[in-house]
Structures are given as structure tokens and as C-alpha cells.
């Protein structure tokens, strides 16, 4: 007799079971614990005891044993009722589930039936449960986890120490069935008779709901609208190439092809192959990016690999992969291989315009109506369509790697109707991507595309359902920054002469139409020299302030508030210190000559001074001028006479716009001689000199700021801060920058060598359509400089240009709102269409009319909640939104994957 505890008694023939899934230490018999099984199989499914972790005491430990080894059979069907004609199965049957691997007998239907998956149609010795397939999707999704990382926690959590032999190669057979089927399902394809069969090239794909397509989304007169608006009916694509998402020659498409290859994201091999081979002694030769994006076409490390990469098209914008928008690449990225990309993925959409963001595009494009000729006749453009134009831009994070020629008029900030898209999206997506790159890499290629298919999917998919967030997040933000560039550049128009802007639109616009024209993005006039600054800077020092009224004084009021502004060394050479004591006499002189000026003009100023507590100083340069900007705006009427407070304000004003000019002038050239250094000067030595040139600049810069701030100080305590900032505001070190680094932020192709900290640092920052002009460029009599002229018509263009973009992204986003609203709801109709399907099977009927239901729920659900996401009055100071957004991010981590339309 076993005794457990003071009132359980087992007989000692039973033996003794626990099993820690379902009732943690409870001890039971072998009786017992079968029934316990066999009874809460059929209770709760989801749960699934009958794959429980069984253990059998050996009189010493507890020992794992399998239910079937103790006797449980389990009677698939009949919801616990016994089979009247039941079959056995196999008698070493094994179930994958999430916690452990279990051996289990049962029929193929009675399999799919339970939700238990087959790893082969006849006679199957193994099943995988749904749960564990969607939860390995959804893992590998989330984490890019491997499937041979997932099978072996598995296998651990079934027998650490790997006694059993695994079945690896079945259970990726069945992920890979079991991942097709889902893909077949999610795009309606069971909803349809001989839907697999008839299924058209990338139907398999989801499509981006904010993307133009006529028929679906678009108003009916889209192809009529006025020129000016044209833009809202762009398509902006976006295309790379990955050299990381390569493939060993494992394989070939004839072992290993593809189960939907051309029906998602892939193009078909079959067209593709052929086009390749057709086109293999193509020569690609770039004359302009600083990237060795073509030298991989010729790259040696070929060898092994059957796929060096891919390319890949998506919608720029939204960053949805395109229908048939990827492609194998043999031998880097070659034109061959990324024009049979581009043009399978744009071909279903034919519109007004394509705007094109490539990293080489400016080469790329050369000589591509000739290629396109070369194409295969379904991806030749209809002549119906022929005079569809082309737009190529460049990234904007790419453009620097450029030569000047070809980064600015292919800079993404100046193209009209890109609005605020930077063209990157891609690279975005690459890094998500590149987290699977080890895994597909050892894969045949027909395994390859079908992962990658499913990655690319969940990537649609999630950016799907986040559509409504990130439209509204991007409306918020644009009509903000729109508002404050519109107003800034209302402001920098009225600083400038109306003749001068028409004449700078005028420029801007014919070279918007004829890119030969003169660029007004790139300053046409040439630097000053050296010797040329250093004249203009002897000349800025030379103050004369004349006065022809008739004074009580031989020294002009002018004169004496003069001779307490000229600039004085702030430092001593060695030679200087010699002869330190002389220079103080001398200055002492000068001052009591001033003094005795200043008892004149300012009376009563020596009682006044002696009733100040002031520390005492024997350095004359130390001692204090007192002039009418130093004292107490309630003694200063009564000290000071003949309107000498006016004088001083206005000699203060003359002394701001004067270190204001120089601030220009020296900005100006620095920004010229940095641009020269790293595009023409090699070598330690003439780095050096450079770098000892640009001090002196910096030197200047400074004495410069010096002296425009003592000046407003002074100023703000003479006539205050209303009147003060009407010409002169406040000068802080973020407004010392040079007005034009170029729209491209051209450099050099070493990246970020050769930068200093702050360079680097400005680099990172935010792009051009988040830049202001700094205000010490908009005052007057930088247009009345020649040589200032062009720097000014630049910086105004580019925020003009800035102003332009951030309106396009208002419109844009509000279009693009419409038009997923008008997708989802096609969308839900699609689906209401096919609720009836013909077919014998009753079962089959009501099951395709049940999903095809839920998923037209599905698009009214993602419409209602877009809308009202968006039709709460979207603002730029809706703070209650944001914290709404940030509540939708929450609930979106946690999505079904069935939901997948």
C-alpha cells in the first residue's frame, strides 16, 4: 500500500503519475491520470492537456513519460462519443505542440479537422498543432527567429539531452505548406472557384491603401485636374538593392522553386531568368556617385552564391513593398536586373507621373528609354501611355555622396510634389530585413522567396493597420511646420525688394522646367580672396561721425561718445608688456581729457559718480567710461544734455549693423574656403594652412559677436526691447551660421571623415525642410551688397522651397486620408462578393462565406477607427490627439495575425 500524505491510499501494483501541466504536484495513479487526460482533452481545446508533461515515479525520481506509453488513446472527432467505425494510425505518430514534441496516432482529415497539421497527405507519422504554427509565424515575425532555432527549443523542452531524434526537416515542410496556405487564404483565394489556379501575378501582395490606383481609390476626373495639382496623383516609388540578403548555391529553382513565386512579392523566375541571360553582357558605368553601387556588378566575391542580393521597389511614401517589386540579383546591382524590377511592380498603375527615388538615379536613367525596349513585351509601355513622365530623385540622407551636378536637381527638397518624402523608407526597410539575412542565406531559392514573401507580408500588413496613426502623426506635424515656414518666409518677403523676388521666381521657375537653366539653388559668384578681406576689414574699422551744429565743446558729442567706443587690443604681446607703464600713461591722459569732455555734456556726472559704491582699481584699462548707456534710466535725463543718450543709440545702432556686415562677410567666405579645403586641398601641409586660415576667420567671427552684443546691450538700456528688436534681436550662437551649405549638403564621398564634432553632430541632425535662415541674413543692406546679393536669393529660394514641400505634405496627406478611406471600403465590398461560393460541400460553403465575412468586418472596423482617428479636427496644437496616438501605439503591439487581409 502506497500512503501519500495522511488520507490518499494506493495500492502498490499501481504505479505513480504527476503531471505538472495540469495539476503541479498532485501524485496520482496510472488510472487515474489517463482518465484525467482523456476527460479535459474534450473540455477546453485551446488548452490541449493531452500534450502534457507526464512523470512516473520510479521509486527514487520522477521519470518523463509519454501519455501514449502509458495507454492514452485519443478518439479524434465525436466530441468524446465513441467512433462506430474508428481506424488506427500509425503506432509511432508524432505531434509537435508549443511545449514539447508528443506522439501521437490519428487520420489526415480527423487531423486537420482538430487543427492538427500533416507533415504529408497519406499516411502521415507527424502533425504539427495550428497553434504552434501561428505562434512560430508570429515569433519569427516579431524576433526574425530561424525555424531551426524555434524546432530546437522545442526539442530541449521535450528531452534536454537530445536522446531523440528530431524531425526538423518535417517540421519546416510543414511551416512552409502551412505559410503558403495562409498567404492563399489571407488574398481571398479559397473564396474563389480554381482561385489557386487562376491567381494573378502579385495578387498574393497587399497593397498600400494611401497609393493612387485608379479604379479603387481615385475620384473619376483624377486624370483632368489642373496642372497645379497634378502632384496629388503621383506615384512615388523607391528603389535599392540589399547585398546582405544574398543566397548560397544550396539549390536550384528546379529542386527548390518557389510554391507562389511571382504571385506576391517576387517577380516570376521564368521571364526574369530568360531577360537576365538575354541581357548579360550589359556594361554599367557610373560617371558621378561617390558609391561603389555598380563596382559590386563586377565584384570578385561571386563565388558560391547563386544570389549576391536583391533589389527591391516600394511606395516611398509608405513604405509598403511593392506586387512583384523584388527580384534575385546575380551579379550586383545591374540595370538589367533593377529595370525588370521597376517596371513589373509599376505596371498595373499607369498614372499621370512616377517620381522614382534611387541612389543613382542620375545614372540610372541615362539611356533608359533605350532599355526599355529590351524589356519583355508585357512590360513594354503601352503607347497609350507613352507620355507618361519620369521623376528622378535622389534619398536625401544619399544626396551628399553626389557631385554638386547631379545631387541638387535631383535634391528630393527642391522637386515640386514630393512633399516632404525623404526617399530613405527603403533603407528602413532593409533594416528590418537584414535580421533574416543568416538564415534565408542557407536556404534553395525557391525556400528563400517563400520566407522572405512572408516577411515582406507581415511588413505590409503591420504597416497596414498603422496606417491611421502614422497619416495622423504626419498631418500634425506638417501643418505645423507648414504654418511656421509660410509665416517665416511672409516675413523674409518683406525684407526684399518686390522687383528682386519676381526676378528670383522667374529664375526658379524656368529652371524647374529646363534643369540646363541657371541653377538659383548654387551661389554664381566667385569668393573673396584673401587679400580682398583683409582690405574690406582695415576699411570697416575706420569710423568718422561728422556734425556741422555749433557745439560748447571743440570735440563734436559724436566725436566723444567716439572715443569711448574704438576697439582696443584685448591682449599684449611680449613687446607690448615691455612697455606697459608707458601705454597706461598714455591712457591715462586719454581719459582725463574725456573726463573733462564728459563733465560738458554730461553734468553733474563727477558727483554722480562719486555717490557710486564701486571696487577701486589701480589698471586704468579697467576703470569705467560711464557713458549715458551705463547709468539708471531714471539719472540719465537729468545727467546728460544736448541729446547725448540719442547720439550714443544711434552710434550703437551704426555699431550693430557694422559687426552684423562683417558677421556677413566672414561667414560667407568661411563657408567658401571650407567648401574649397575639402573638395581641392590634399595633404598635411596645406590642411595646416587651412586650418590656421580658418582661425583667424573664427577670430574674427568672434571679435565680431563681441561687438555686436556689447552694442545691443548698450542699445537695450537706451531705447528697450521694443524698439530695439524692430532691426536687431538678440544674437545667440545658433544664429552665427553661414546662409547657404548647399541644398544638398554636398561635401565630399568620404562620409563622415574629415568632420569635425559639430559637423558630424549637424549631420544627424534634421534635414533641409526643417532649416531656418538664420535673421542676421533677412536685414537690410545684405541685398544692397553685391557680393552678399546672391548669397541672399539662394537662401530665399531654398525657403521658399521649404515652404512649397510642407504645403505639398499638407495636401498630400489629406488626399492620401481619402484615399485609404475609399481603399478600405472597396475592400469590404471585395470581400462581401465573394461570401457565396459555388461548391458541393456545404461545410466548405459556409466556412469561405463565414472568413469572408470577418474580413469585410475586418476593413470596416480599420475604416471606422481611421476615421475617427482623422476626423476629430486634426490641428497642430491637438495635444489630445497625441496622447490618443500614444495609446493606439499600445494597442497596436499586439495584433492577430489572422486579421490579415
Sequence with gaps: MWVIGPYIRIERRESLHRCEDCYGPEILCKSCCLLKHAREYFKVLALFPFFDNAQKWTGTYFERIALADMGLRVQLGH???????????????????????????SHRQQLLHCEWYPATLHFPQSACTKRVLEFFLVLTWSSKVSGYEFYTSLERLTDNTHLNVPKYKEFMRMVRQFRHIKLMKQAGRGNVTGGIYKTEPGALA???????????????????????????????IAMDANFRLKDRARSSSTADPGLHTGLAYFVPDKPYVEHILKNASQTDISTCSGFRTLAHAESKYLSGLQATGIGLCLCACHEFVRPQGVGDLQKGERYTNMDFIFFSSIMPLLLLSIIISYDIACQWKINLTKRINELPEHLQIPAAVALATFIFGIPKFHCPAHEEKCAIPHSLNLIPGVGRTDGEGIERNWAEMNRVANSTK???????????????????????????????????????????HQSFLRDFDS???????????AMIEAWERDKSSLNPYVLSRISLSEAQVHVNFADEEKITIRNGRKLPHETTPSSFINMALIDLPSSLSANQYAKLHQRRVTLRRQLDCFHIIQRVYMVGIGSWIEQQDRDSSDDVEDESLWLPSTLPASDREAICTNDIAHIE??????????????????????????????????????????????????????????????????LLELVGINELEREFQCLQAKDIVAPVDTVSGVRSTTGMRGKTRSERDASRGLGQGYQMTSWIWLTSGVQDDMGLNDVLHVEWAKSRARAQRWNEEVLLLKEEMWRTRQFLAWCAQQWRSVTELSHQDVQIVAGTAAYAQRQAAIQHALLARFTSLWGTGVSADDTAAEDEATRYIAEDEDFDDDDEG
Excluded at 94 to 104: E, F, G, K
Excluded at 447 to 475: A, E, P
Design 79 to 105: 466530441q468524446g462519443m465513441s467512433c462506430l467505425c474508428p481506424q488506427r494510425g500509425h503506432v509511432s505518430f508524432v505531434v509537435i505542440h508549443t511545449n514539447a514534441i508528443h506522439h501521437r496516432v
Design 206 to 236: 497587399i497593397k498600400c491603401p494611401a497609393c493612387p490606383q485608379p479604379g479603387v481609390n481615385l475620384p473619376e476626373d483624377w486624370d483632368k485636374v489642373e496642372g497645379s495639382m497634378k502632384f496629388l496623383y503621383y506615384l512615388i
Design 442 to 484: 542557407e536556404m534553395g531559392p525557391g525556400s528563400q522567396h517563400d520566407v522572405l514573401d512572408d516577411h515582406f507580408g507581415h511588413h505590409n500588413w503591420h504597416k497596414y493597420t498603422g496606417l491611421g496613426l502614422s497619416l495622423r502623426r504626419k498631418l500634425l506635424n506638417a501643418i505645423k511646420e507648414c504654418t511656421h
Design 495 to 505: 525684407s526684399i525688394n518686390e522687383a528682386l523676388r519676381g526676378e528670383w521666381s
Design 649 to 714: 543709440a544711434e552710434l550703437r545702432k551704426g555699431q550693430c549693423r557694422d559687426a552684423l556686415d562683417r558677421l556677413h562677410r566672414h561667414l560667407h567666405t568661411k563657408s567658401h574656403f571650407i567648401k574649397h579645403r575639402n573638395l581641392d586641398l590634399r595633404g598635411q601641409r596645406a590642411n595646416t594652412r587651412a586650418t590656421s586660415f580658418l582661425a583667424r576667420f573664427d577670430s574674427k567671427i568672434n571679435a565680431a559677436t563681441v561687438k555686436y552684443c556689447v552694442a545691443w546691450s548698450a
